[in-house]
C-alpha cells in the first residue's frame, strides 16, 4: 500500500531526469524511473494564459540499503517539486 | 539516419479537432527535414487536395489517410469479451491509401459515409476489408491479395483498447482477426505522455512483435505546436456540447504536436525501453510502411502539371469534337449568322473558328455539349435561365444556347473566359430562379445518374460570433448571456475580437470589456478562420463520368444531395469540371411576376423577346427610380444612374461595371461622366486606340479594353494580353508588366510619351475594370426587371415582395408601390393568398405626371404568408377554404392556430367580412370592433376545445357582445400591422408624428431640393438602409436613408461624428438627424450628419415635458470626445493597389442591432425593418 505525503521535496536533475533527492532530511538516490507522465493543468479554472503542466515520475530510490518506490512531481509553473506517494 | 514520418496527422479539416492547416503541417514538416508527410483527417478527405499541394510545393512527398470510426468490430469469442469496456468513446482506425489506392480511399469514405448518419460517417472490419483487397467497387480485379490500404491499429482501435485494458488474449485475437481480412495491417504505437500512454504502447510492441505484425510508430498529431493544446480542448468541448472538463479532453497533455526527429527519438527509447535496436526495427518498419504509401501529386492534383492536364470530363456517347461543330453550325443560322456575303456572319465565322480552335486543343467539347444539355433541360422545365459572368463572352456559349448575349454585339472577348494561356478550366455560371435551384440540381442528377454527379461543398469557417459561443460554451458561461455576447458583435473574423472591442464605438461603451471575459475572447481568436462544418456550396455542381467517385468521396448534404468533400478551388485542382448553378431570387421574382400578369390580364409575356430599347424604362431608370430593379437599386447606384442617365444596354452595361469599389474610389467615375456628357473632350494616348477605348469615351472601363490596349500596343495577341492583365492585380505583378510592356511597345513603333500615357491609364484602371461580359450578363435582368416595373408595376412589386431579391425590406418595397400609385390592399381572409397577389383596382383619382401614375388600376393584396409565426400548412388551408362567411367559418374550416387567428384579426383580415374599420370613435356600442372579434377567437378556441383541458360542452359558445371593447385606433392599427406584417399597410408610420416634426421644424424629403448648399437641417423618417461600404478615405462610414414618405433622405456619418451617433444610428429605427447640405448632382442631395436621435426618444420627451425640452435637446453640443479616442479606430487595410479600407467596412453596426432584434425601445416592432449590408464586396488583400 502506497502512502500520501505531498511534501516539498529538493531535486537534482541531470537531462531533464530527477536523479537525486532529498526528503524529510535523508538522500534519495535514484536507481530507475519506473514510468514518467505529464498532464496538463486544467487551464480554463485559472486566470494564467498558461499554468504549465505536471510532470510525474515514479521512481525506485535507495537511502542507505533501503530501496522503496516514490512517486515525485514537478510543477511547471511554480517550478516546485513535491513528494506526492511513497511505497516503502 | 533517414528522418522520421509522421502518418498520422489531423489537419484543421478535421472538423472541431484540428487546429493547424494543411499547409503550415507541411511547412513544418519540410523545416524538420522530413521527406514524407500523411494527412489523415478525421471522417473524411477534406483537406487532402490542399495537402498534396502544400507537400509538393514544399518538395516532400504526400501520404493520403483517413481516420474513421470503427463499429461492429470482429467478433472474437475470449472470455470476458462480451462486456464493452472503456469509456464511451468510439475505436477509430487510421486507413492509408498505397502507393496504388488513392481511388480505393476515396470510395471507401464514400461508404463510410453511406453507411452512417449525416456526419457521423464509420467503417466496420468488413467494409475496410472489402475495400483493401478490391471486392468493392473498382479495385475488383486486381486479385493476387494485394492490398490498396493500410490499415494502423492504434491506441484507440479495438485492439489498442484491449491492450491499454489488459485484456491481452482479446488483443491478440483481434488483431488475429484483422490481419486474416486485410492484408496490409500494421499496429500503431503512440506516446503522447500521458497516464500508462508508454505502457500501453510497449505492450502494443510486444503484441505485434510476438505476432509477426509490422509495427509504425506516429504521435497522433493534432497541433502544430504544443501551444495549440488549448485550442484543441476548446474543440473537444464543443464538439462534444459539454463544458471544459478533463474527462472530455482527448489529449490530457500537450504532446500531441508535429515532434522533430530529436524528439520523436525520445519517445522511440521511452517505448522500447532504452533497447536500441528495437527502436531502429520500429523507425525503419515505420519508414518502409511509409514508403508503400507515397503518392504522386499529380495523379491526385492534376493542375500542377500545368502543360497537360488530365482533365475528368462527362462521358458523351460519341466523339464530342464534330457534335460541338454541328451544334455551332445549327447555332449560326438559328441565330441569323450564316447569311453568305454579310460582314457579321464572317466575323462569326472568324470568331468561331478560332473559339474551337482552343476547345479542341483543350479537349473541352465535351464539356460544353454537357453544359448546354443541362441548360436546355432547365429551360424545358420551365425554369427561367441566364448565362453569368466572363462565358457571356463566348459565341459558342451564344450558339448552342447556354447564354442570350450576343458577344460580337456587345464587344466580348473570349479569352476573358477561356484561353491557351489560361491555366485552369474555364467556369460556365447560370442564373436560375432562386426558388427551383435545387429543382435543377434533382435534374440534372437524374439526367446523369448519382454516379457521375455530385454537388459542390464548402467550408464554413470559424467567425467571431461562431466562436465566442462555442468558446463560452466550453468555458460553462450561461446561454442566455453567450447569446448576448456573440451578438453584441458585428460579423468580424474571429481573429478581431479584440480589436473591435477597442475599435468600434458601440463596443467600447458596452462593458464587454471585462476582465472576467478576456480569456474567452482570447481563445475565440484563436478559432479564428478553423472549418466547422462542411455546406452545401450554394451553386457547384460537379460533372464527371462514371468514374467521379474515384476522384472525390461523397458525402450526403442536409437536403439529402450527394455532395463532394472538396471545395470548389480543390474541385479545379482536381481536374475536376463544374457548373455553377446560382440560385437569382430576381429570376424568380421576374417569373412570379409574368404569372400573375397572366392570371391578371390574360396576357404571355415572352420576357426575352420584349424589345430591349423601351424609351419609357429608360426614363424610369434615368431619373433614379429604380428601387426594387435588379442591381441599380441602392442609394449610391440610384444617384449613379441619375447622373449618368442610361438611355441604351450599353449605358447599362458601363453603368454596372462603374459601380464597384475599385472604380467608384479611384474616381474612373468622373472624367467618364465628364466625357459622356460632353464636358470634357475624351483622351485618347493614341489614334490606333481610339477604336478600343471609344465606347467608354477614353476612360477603361472593361478587362476586354486592357486587353485590346495591351495588345494593339504590343501585337502580342489577346491570350498573352489577358495573362498581363491578370498581373496588373499587384505592384510587382504591374511592376512586371511594365518592364515588358514598355519596351514591346516601343518595338512597335509608339513614340515613348504614347507609350508612357498609354501605361498610365493601364496602371491607374488596369486593376480595377470589370469583366464587360460580366457586365452584360447582369445588364439584361436588370433591364427587364426595370421594363417590368416601368409597364406592370403592381406584379412588379408582388414578385419583389414575394421573393425578396434585394436589399430592402419589405416595408420599403411597399412604400415604393404605394408611390408608383398602386393600391395597397389590406390582408382579407377572402381575398389574400398565400403569395402578394396583383389586383384589379378601380383606378381612381386624376392622372399624374411622371411615374407616380405607373402602377395605377392594380391593387397589391397582402397575403397570408406576411403574417408573423404562420405555417406554411395554415397558409395553404386558409387559401383553399376560400370564400368565408364568417370569423367562426373561417376558424372553423381554415383551423389557424388562436395566435394567428388574432393576429389576423388585429391587421384587419376580417375588417371586410364583419364591416369593420379601425380610428375614432373607439368606442362604439353596439357596432363589432377588431377588439371583439379578438375576444371572439379566444370564445371559440375555448370551444372547440383546442389546446385546453378543461373542455366545454359541445355547441356552447360565449356570447360576445358587440361594442363591448374599444376599436382600435389608426395608430394602433398601424403598430399592430409593423409588429405582425413588419410594414406600415394602411398609412406611412412617420404620419403619427408630424405635429412635433413640424414644430421643431423638420425638412421633408420632397423639400430638400430647395434648400441651399451648406444649410444646416433637421430631418426626420424611418431608417430604410444603413451602409458601411468600402470608402477611399479607410474610414469607416456609415450612409443610412431614412424615408418620411414623400421619398428618401440619405445620410453620411464620418467618423467624426461617430462616437456619438453611431449607438443611435444602429440601435434606432425612427430618427430625427441634423445634417448640412451637399448638393452632389443636379437632382441629387445628401446630408453630411452631425448628430442624431431617437424619434421616440424626443416624442417622450415633448409628451412628458413639452416643446422646450425637445429643443433643448436638439441644440445641445454633443460631448467632446474622451481620450480614449472618438470614433473608429483599427488600421486600415491596405489592398495591393494602394486602395485603403476601414476594417469595419462593409461590416457595420452589431447584428442584433442591425437585425432589428435588439431594439432599446420595447414599443418598436421586432422585425427587420431595414436593410444594412454585411459581407464584403472590396478587392482581396494580396497576399502578402
Known amino acids: 500500500m502506497s502512502k500520501l505525503y505531498g511534501d516539498p521535496i529538493e531535486v537534482w536533475s541531470r537531462g531533464g531526469q530527477p536523479v537525486q533527492f532529498v526528503w524529510r532530511d535523508r538522500l534519495y538516490t535514484i536507481r530507475e524511473v519506473q514510468d514518467h507522465w505529464v498532464v496538463a493543468r486544467e487551464w480554463w479554472k485559472t486566470s494564467d494564459n498558461d499554468p504549465g503542466e505536471r ?18 512531481r514537478f510543477d511547471t509553473a511554480g517550478g516546485v517539486w513535491l513528494l506526492l506517494r511513497a511505497w516503502d | 539516419m533517414a528522418p522520421f514520418i509522421h502518418l498520422h496527422t489531423a489537419s484543421a479539416y478535421s472538423l472541431r479537432y484540428g487546429t493547424a492547416f494543411p499547409d503550415a503541417l507541411a511547412r513544418r514538416a519540410a523545416e524538420h527535414g522530413m521527406d514524407m508527410l500523411a494527412l489523415t483527417d478525421r471522417d473524411g478527405l477534406y483537406g487532402a487536395i490542399k495537402h498534396v499541394q502544400a507537400c509538393h510545393d514544399r518538395g516532400i512527398t504526400p501520404i493520403v489517410g483517413v481516420d474513421l470510426v470503427l463499429r ?32 480505393t480511399l476515396c470510395r471507401l469514405v464514400t461508404a463510410a459515409h453511406r453507411l452512417g448518419e449525416r456526419g457521423e460517417p464509420y467503417v466496420t472490419p468488413e467494409t475496410v476489408a472489402e475495400h483493401a483487397v478490391g471486392t468493392a467497387g473498382i479495385g475488383a480485379g486486381i486479385g493476387g491479395g494485394g492490398s490498396r490500404l493500410t490499415v494502423l491499429l492504434g491506441p484507440r482501435s479495438d485492439v489498442g483498447r484491449a491492450v491499454a485494458e489488459r485484456r491481452d488474449d482479446r488483443a491478440r485475437a483481434l488483431l488475429d482477426a484483422w490481419r486474416s481480412a486485410v492484408p496490409d495491417v500494421v499496429v500503431e504505437v503512440t506516446d503522447l505522455y500521458g497516464y500508462r500512454d508508454v505502457n500501453t504502447a510497449t505492450r502494443m510492441l510486444g503484441l505485434a512483435y510476438s505476432m509477426g505484425v509490422p509495427a509504425v510508430l506516429t504521435n497522433d498529431v493534432r497541433y502544430l505546436d504544443a501551444a495549440d493544446h488549448q485550442v484543441g480542448n476548446v474543440l473537444d468541448a464543443a464538439r462534444r456540447l459539454v463544458p471544459l472538463h478533463p474527462r472530455h479532453v482527448d489529449h490530457p497533455t500537450a504532446h500531441a504536436y508535429l515532434k522533430d526527429g530529436r524528439e520523436m527519438a525520445r519517445v522511440v527509447l521511452r517505448i522500447c525501453g532504452g533497447d536500441l535496436d528495437l527502436a531502429e526495427r520500429l523507425l525503419g518498419e515505420t519508414r518502409r510502411v511509409a514508403e508503400r504509401c507515397a503518392l504522386d501529386p499529380v495523379e ?169 459561443r462555442d468558446v463560452g460554451a466550453a468555458m460553462g458561461l450561461p446561454p442566455h448571456e453567450i447569446d448576448v455576447i456573440a451578438k453584441a458583435f458585428p460579423h468580424v473574423r474571429a481573429g478581431q475580437i479584440r480589436a473591435a472591442l477597442s475599435d468600434l464605438p458601440e463596443l467600447r461603451d458596452s462593458g464587454l470589456n471585462d476582465r472576467s471575459l478576456e480569456t474567452v475572447f482570447r481563445l475565440a481568436e484563436r478559432l479564428d478562420g478553423l472549418p466547422r462544418h462542411i455546406a452545401l456550396h450554394p451553386c457547384g455542381v460537379l460533372i464527371g463520368n462514371s468514374t467521379l467517385r474515384d476522384r472525390t468521396p461523397v458525402e450526403r448534404s442536409m437536403l439529402d444531395f450527394p455532395m463532394s468533400q472538396f471545395d470548389k478551388d480543390d474541385v479545379e485542382q482536381a481536374g475536376l469540371l463544374k457548373l455553377d448553378v446560382l440560385g437569382v431570387r430576381m429570376q424568380s421574382a421576374m417569373a412570379y411576376s409574368l404569372r400573375e400578369i397572366e392570371r391578371v390580364d390574360g396576357r404571355k409575356i415572352d420576357l426575352d423577346s ?51 469599389p475599385g472604380p467608384v474610389n479611384s474616381d474612373m467615375v468622373t472624367p467618364y461622366l465628364e466625357a459622356r456628357h460632353g464636358f470634357r473632350e475624351p483622351d485618347y494616348p493614341h489614334e490606333k486606340l481610339r477604336e478600343p477605348l471609344r465606347e467608354t469615351h477614353g476612360v477603361v472601363v472593361f478587362h476586354e479594353q486592357v486587353l485590346r490596349v495591351v495588345d494593339v500596343m504590343t501585337g502580342c495577341g489577346l491570350s498573352e494580353a489577358e495573362k498581363a492583365r491578370r498581373a496588373l492585380g499587384t505592384p510587382d505583378g504591374r511592376e512586371a508588366v511594365r518592364a515588358w510592356f514598355v519596351p514591346l511597345a516601343r518595338g512597335s513603333g509608339f513614340a515613348p510619351d504614347v507609350v508612357e500615357r498609354a501605361w498610365r491609364v493601364l496602371d491607374a484602371f488596369g486593376g480595377f475594370g470589370f469583366c464587360k461580359a ?87 393584396r397582402v397575403p397570408f404568408s406576411a403574417v408573423k409565426g404562420v405555417s406554411e400548412a395554415e397558409v395553404e388551408r ?52 377588431r377588439r371583439d372579434l379578438i375576444a371572439q377567437v379566444g370564445a371559440l378556441d375555448r370551444a372547440s376545445g383546442r389546446g385546453t383541458a378543461g373542455q366545454l360542452p359541445m355547441g356552447f359558445t360565449e356570447r360576445v357582445v358587440p361594442g363591448e371593447l374599444p376599436e382600435m385606433s389608426e395608430a394602433e392599427a398601424v403598430e399592430a400591422e409593423l409588429a405582425i406584417l413588419g410594414m406600415d399597410v394602411s398609412r406611412h408610420v412617420i404620419g403619427f408624428h408630424d405635429e412635433l416634426l413640424d414644430a421643431i421644424g423638420v425638412t421633408r424629403s420632397r423639400d430638400l431640393l430647395r434648400r441651399r448648399n451648406g444649410a444646416e437641417i433637421l430631418v426626420a423618417g424611418a431608417k430604410v438602409a444603413t451602409q458601411t461600404p468600402a470608402v477611399r478615405s479607410g ?48 437632382r441629387a442631395v445628401s446630408l453630411r450628419a452631425l448628430s442624431c436621435w431617437n424619434l421616440l426618444d424626443l416624442d417622450r420627451l415633448w409628451r412628458d415635458h413639452g416643446i422646450d425640452a425637445v429643443r433643448a435637446v436638439l441644440s445641445e453640443a454633443p460631448a467632446p470626445p474622451d481620450a480614449a479616442g472618438a470614433g473608429v479606430g483599427g488600421r486600415s487595410i491596405e489592398y495591393a493597389n494602394g486602395y485603403r479600407l476601414s476594417p469595419y467596412s462593409d461590416i457595420g453596426p452589431a447584428p442584433g442591432v442591425r437585425e432589428g432584434r435588439f431594439l432599446r425601445h420595447p414599443e418598436e416592432p421586432q422585425r427587420r425593418l431595414w436593410h444594412a449590408s454585411s459581407g464584403s464586396s472590396g478587392p482581396t488583400p494580396s497576399a502578402r
Open chain 1, 55 to 72: 510532470r510525474f515520475w515514479r521512481v525506485a530510490a535507495a537511502t542507505g540499503r533501503e530501496v522503496g518506490t516514490y512517486e515525485l
Open chain 2, 72 to 103: 461492429d468490430g470482429h467478433a472474437v469469442s475470449v472470455p470476458g469479451s462480451g462486456k464493452r469496456g472503456g469509456n464511451g468513446e468510439p475505436r477509430r482506425i487510421v486507413v492509408l491509401a498505397r502507393s496504388d489506392g488513392w481511388a
Open chain 2, 300 to 468: 491526385i492534383v492534376p493542375l500542377l502539371d500545368a502543360e497537360n492536364p488530365r482533365l475528368h470530363l462527362p462521358e458523351i456517347g460519341e466523339d464530342p469534337v464534330p457534335l460541338l461543330r454541328r451544334r455551332c453550325e445549327d447555332g449560326l443560322r438559328r441565330r441569323g449568322l450564316s447569311r453568305p456575303g454579310s460582314a457579321r456572319t464572317a466575323d462569326a465565322r472568324g470568331r468561331l473558328a478560332a473559339e474551337l480552335a482552343i476547345i479542341e486543343k483543350k479537349r473541352l467539347s465535351g464539356y460544353f455539349i454537357t453544359v448546354a444539355d443541362i441548360t436546355d433541360l432547365i429551360r424545358s422545365m420551365g425554369v427561367r435561365c441566364a448565362i453569368r459572368g466572363s462565358g457571356a463572352g463566348s459565341l459558342v456559349n451564344y450558339l448552342i444556347g447556354i447564354g442570350d448575349v450576343d458577344p460580337l454585339e456587345h464587344g466580348l472577348l473570349m479569352e476573358r473566359f477561356l484561353s491557351e494561356g489560361r491555366r485552369g478550366l474555364p467556369d460556365i455560371d447560370v442564373d436560375v430562379e432562386s426558388a427551383r435551384r435545387l429543382d435543377c440540381y434533382r435534374a440534372i442528377l437524374g439526367r446523369y445518374g448519382e454516379t457521375g454527379v455530385a454537388c459542390v461543398s464548402m467550408m464554413e469557417t470559424y467567425r467571431a460570433r461562431s466562436a465566442i
Open chain 2, 610 to 660: 420584349v424589345p430591349r430599347d423601351d424609351r419609357d424604362t429608360y426614363d424610369l431608370i434615368r431619373t433614379g427610380r429604380t428601387l426594387g430593379c435588379f442591381q441599380i437599386e441602392s442609394p449610391g447606384q440610384r444617384e449613379l444612374v441619375a447622373k449618368l442617365e442610361p438611355r441604351t444596354m450599353h449605358d447599362l452595361i458601363v453603368d454596372i461595371s462603374l459601380f464597384r
Open chain 2, 774 to 860: 460580366h457586365a452584360a450578363a447582369f445588364a439584361l435582368p436588370t433591364y427587364q426587371s426595370a421594363w417590368l416595373k416601368r409597364h406592370h408595376a403592381a406584379a412588379f412589386f408582388a414578385g419583389v415582395l414575394t421573393h425578396e431579391p434585394g436589399m430592402y425590406p419589405g416595408r420599403v418595397i411597399l412604400d415604393e408601390a404605394r408611390q408608383c400609385g398602386v393600391d395597397i390592399l389590406p390582408l382579407d381572409v377572402n381575398h389574400s393568398g398565400g403569395t402578394w397577389l396583383a389586383e384589379r383596382t378601380p383606378a381612381t383619382g386624376h392622372s399624374e405626371t411622371g411615374h407616380a401614375g405607373i402602377g395605377r388600376g392594380y391593387g397589391l
Open chain 2, 878 to 929: 386558409m387559401a383553399a377554404g376560400q370564400p368565408y362567411t364568417s370569423l367562426a367559418d373561417f376558424w372553423e374550416r381554415a383551423r389557424p392556430s388562436r395566435p394567428i387567428t388574432e393576429r389576423i384579426v388585429a391587421v384587419g383580415g376580417l375588417d371586410a367580412l364583419h364591416g369593420l374599420r379601425p380610428g375614432e370613435p373607439r368606442w362604439r356600442p353596439g357596432e363589432l370592433t
Open chain 2, 1035 to 1082: 474610414q469607416r462610414v456609415i450612409f443610412t436613408t431614412l424615408d418620411d414618405s414623400t421619398g428618401p433622405i440619405d445620410l453620411t456619418f464620418f467618423e467624426s461624428v461617430q462616437a456619438h451617433t453611431a449607438a443611435t444610428v444602429f440601435g434606432s429605427w425612427l430618427l430625427v438627424a441634423k445634417g448640412v447640405v451637399r448638393r452632389t448632382g443636379a
